[in-house]
């Protein structure tokens, strides 16, 4: 078997169809990306249980498929089945006219100016967790795993926002471990040769729906207990309102609004992919902060130098430097770097490569966003880069977020939790990574995980210390 570049074919010693390659990126996906490209450059070509996967790593390349032609390619329909086989048929796991519907009646709930309601439940849940897991007093500290805490935080965080329902240590720790479970079992079943179906035993069936019910139970009893009393509906002013409501204005095909199973559906999406993301960027963005305490110290100061009186929640959320540290934590760790794939419809021509019909490719979000082509220091953590008055970024050399009609719905929800989040740690704790360690290696359980345990020293600052402008968080 071979890989082969625009230029160069190179023998790979493998065993027939391609197998060590297979394993090659299932154990190191980020590595073999990495791997394929110093090798092969902007192409690299393979070939994998008889399949064409092509792997582009320039900017423009990356924009005609997502962008450009993105109806010259489709989702891989085998990796929807896979997380249908746990969300059901939601506006991620559904694709063509479905999706096209879904999406229309799903946007306007996820604008900005929708988002900005929900910042009063997300305040809600972070005083909550916080003020539970880390220390109250001034002068008090705790080595806490950033993992557990960000879980915890942005766990709360969606079931605030998603049903107003302020939820228990045991209740978080019960849905996040099914979540991640359901993920990990998603992960594997991306490597197999079929899909088994649902009637079939398998590795982790037995565990799969145990978790698939947990999480189900949790959202049928949201759901019925608020459609049970129809004057409730309306009054929360969280998501799950904004799903019982939402319209299509014009509809062109199925109904105007999202069927019972559509909203429970689209409520586990929100789970499977609006904590576990969130979660995972700001597990990289404290250990960053516990590392670079001047970045800590300018942070602190542009929030106490902001003028917050009028709208004090949205204006935190919006602040550059707040904002830039963020970005560019997501820069050096995307929670989602695996699984970005497209299949293409038609033959077509990506720049000066031909891709044929039913090639799979692969789009290393990783990669990108560590190409000194793009980024100068690529490995190095520099929030300047997405300051307003910085040099111009690449079209699509930078998408946590995804590009194209497929972006992330939630992407502005995302970024004022976490903004949110990251502020009020910043103004009232010091952080510090534990005692001779260094930040862990990242892994992929499909969000972007530290290796092993990142643990962090958080201190609580002696609130006389603030200026009002910290009183909001």
């Known amino acids: 078997m071979t890989i082969d570049s625009s230029n160069n074919t190179v023998p790979i010693r493998t065993a027939p169809l391609g197998l060590p390659l297979l394993s090659f990126i299932q154990k190191d996906p980020l590595g073999a990306a990495s791997h394929f490209q110093r090798h092969f450059g902007d192409v690299a070509r393979l070939n994998i249980l008889f399949r064409r996967i092509y792997y582009f790593f320039s900017p423009d390349a990356v924009r005609q498929i997502l962008v450009d032609q993105h109806s010259d390619f489709t989702r891989e329909t085998r990796l929807l089945k896979i997380f249908e086989s746990f969300q059901g048929k939601n506006v991620l796991t559904t694709e063509g006219v479905d999706w096209e519907r879904q999406r229309r009646i799903l946007t306007p709930g996820f604008s900005p100016k929708r988002v900005v309601g929900y910042l009063g439940l997300m305040r809600d849940a972070i005083d909550a967790s916080v003020g539970e897991l880390l220390p109250a007093e001034p002068g008090r500290s705790a080595l806490v795993d950033v993992d557990f805490l960000t879980t915890r935080i942005t766990m709360d965080v969606i079931l605030r926002t998603l049903f107003s329902h302020a939820t228990t240590q045991a209740e978080a720790s019960s849905v996040s471990t099914a979540i991640r479970a359901l993920t990990r079992q998603s992960m594997r079943e991306v490597y197999w040769a079929f899909i088994p179906p649902n009637w079939l035993p398998y590795p982790g069936r037995t565990a799969k729906l145990k978790h698939i019910k947990t999480i189900s139970d949790l959202i049928a009893n949201h759901i019925k207990a608020r459609t049970s009393k129809p004057r409730d509906i309306g009054t929360q002013n969280d998501v799950l309102d904004m799903l019982l409501a939402a319209r299509d204005d014009a509809p062109t095909t199925g109904s105007a609004s999202l069927t019972s199973q559509e909203i429970h559906d689209n409520c586990i999406l929100l789970f499977a992919a609006g904590f576990d993301t969130a979660s995972s ?193």
């Open 281 to 473: 960027a700001l597990t990289w963005w404290i250990g960053l902060m516990a590392t670079h305490p001047d970045v800590v110290e300018k942070l602190r100061k542009e929030i106490e130098g902001a003028n917050l009186r009028n709208s004090p929640m949205e204006g935190i959320a919006h602040l550059p430097y707040l904002n830039a540290t963020i970005k560019e934590a997501m820069r050096l760790y995307s929670p989602s770097t695996a699984l970005f794939t497209r299949v293409a419809l038609r033959d077509v021509m990506i720049g000066d490569t031909a891709v044929s019909k039913g090639t799979l490719v692969a789009v290393p979000i990783w990669s990108l966003h560590h190409d000194e082509r793009s980024f100068a220091e690529p490995d190095t953590f520099r929030p300047n880069r997405f300051m307003p008055d910085a040099s111009t970024i690449p079209r699509s050399a930078y998408m946590p977020f995804g590009a194209g009609p497929h972006f992330c719905l939630g992407q502005h929800f995302a970024s004022m939790e976490m903004a949110l989040i990251a502020a009020h740690l910043a103004q009232n704790f010091d952080f510090a990574l534990e005692e001779g360690k260094v930040l862990p290696e990242p892994f992929v359980d499909l969000a972007l995980k530290p290796k092993s345990t990142m643990r962090v020293r958080f201190t609580r600052r002696d609130a006389r210390k603030k200026t009002n402008a910290n009183t909001i968080l």
